[in-house]
Nanobody, 123 residues
Framework: QVQLVESGGGLVQVGDSLRLSCAAP????????MGWFRQAPGKEREFVAA????????DYADAVKGRFTVSRDNAKNTVYLQMNSLQPEDTAVYYC????????????????WGQGTQVTVSS
């Protein structure tokens, strides 16, 4: 079992930056691929970014490519999502997730989920 705890969300202005963190206290965090997803009101949960277990491979949704960066520190059991140039359409609840297998853009590929953290971008 892997417990995931997100933090770092908040209310920001257009163009601002935020860094989300996802901590996994205990467990064997380093063996999991990690993903970030988001869900806006009335919409399905969508892929944002993913990183493999040794941080040698990442992937991003087209909507965030060039603005968001995913990283991880296995020594701290933490994965990060640096979000720059935030736009109103980035407003959503952001979730981190852990996959025992290879990282994926598909929700169903992930085995463990955090509770989510709200990001609101005001214009």
């Amino acid at each position: 079992q892997v417990q995931l705890v997100e933090s770092g969300g908040g209310l920001v202005q257009v163009g601002d930056s935020l860094r989300l963190s996802c901590a996994a206290p205990g467990g064997t965090f380093s063996i999991y691929a990690m993903g970030w997803f988001r869900q806006a009101p009335g919409k399905e949960r969508e892929f944002v970014a993913a990183i493999n277990w040794r941080a040698s491979s990442t992937d991003y949704a087209d909507a965030v490519k060039g603005r968001f960066t995913v990283s991880r520190d296995n020594a701290k059991n933490t994965v990060y999502l640096q979000m720059n140039s935030l736009q109103p359409e980035d407003t959503a609840v952001y979730y981190c997730a852990a996959a025992r297998g290879f990282w994926s853009i598909v929700v169903q590929a992930y085995d463990y989920w955090g509770q989510g953290t709200q990001v609101t971008v005001s214009s």
